[in-house]
């Protein structure tokens, strides 16, 4: 079964409006959780590490006040869309992994984000 | 900079037979390798993973090769089977990086009867 949840699965809004994304660990508890995003037909490109209780780190290009990351706790954390444009339009996606070490990242199904 | 490549961006396979999937990685801090599946409008599903110390991992109809010295990793399938049909990708990771996950393009995997 899912071990990450992601929500809402797709969001239709007007440009302008902030959307926020929710990302749960279902049976860990997760310390680092990552955001990623694509595009049509591309790879996944991370745009975020988010740390519980810490700012998260944002990869190069990603501006930190567009896409706001909030890990409150152990199990969850947000990426909120500030003042979405059409060009934010993409597919967001959020993975977390049980501990530190080696281990595989577990993804959620991802959150469709068009905005009109 | 792409540091982790899948140069065929399909590859078509009958069914029962094998599929191989090729990836290859240009950084040497990479420590850890993963290979995941993905269907449309869905986040992508863990298939199989390798560390750096090991040349060869098997679960069931998936296995793993990792020439270190090339810098190459493989995903074989066999027998591969129609529901195998979708959009494999390649990850590599460096504990180092705190264990972010550098993607490969993709390379979109059909199985036909």
């Known amino acids: 079964g899912a071990v990450v949840s992601q929500h809402p699965s797709r969001v239709i809004c007007k440009s302008g409006t902030s959307v926020k994304i929710e990302c749960r660990s279902l049976?860990?508890?997760?310390?680092?959780m990552f955001w990623y995003r694509q595009f049509p037909k591309q790879s996944l490109m991370l745009m975020a590490t988010?740390?519980?209780?810490?700012?998260?780190?944002?990869e190069q290009g990603v501006e930190k006040d567009k896409f706001l990351i909030n890990h409150a706790s152990l199990t969850l954390s947000t990426l909120t869309v500030t003042s979405a444009h059409p060009e934010d339009s993409s597919f967001y996606i959020c993975s977390a992994r049980r501990e530190q070490g080696n281990q595989p990242q577990h993804f959620g199904d991802g959150t469709r984000l068009s905005i009109l | 900079d792409q540091q982790v490549k899948q140069n065929s961006p399909s590859l078509s396979v009958q069914e029962g037979r094998i599929s191989i999937l090729n990836c290859d990685y240009t950084?040497?801090?990479?420590?850890?390798f993963l290979w995941y599946k993905k269907y449309p409008a869905e986040g992508p599903t863990f298939l199989i993973s390798i560390s750096s110390i090991k040349d060869k991992n098997e679960d069931g109809r998936f296995t793993v090769f990792l020439n270190k010295s090339a810098k190459h990793l493989s995903l074989h399938i066999v027998p591969s089977q129609p529901g195998d049909s979708a959009v494999y990708f390649c990850a590599a990771s460096a504990e180092a990086s705190w264990g972010k996950l550098q993607f490969g393009a993709g390379t979109q995997v059909v199985v036909t009867p």
């Open positions: 049976d860990f508890q997760a310390t680092t």
């Open positions: 950084n040497s801090m990479f420590d850890y």
């Open positions: 988010s740390n519980e209780g810490s700012k998260a780190t944002y």
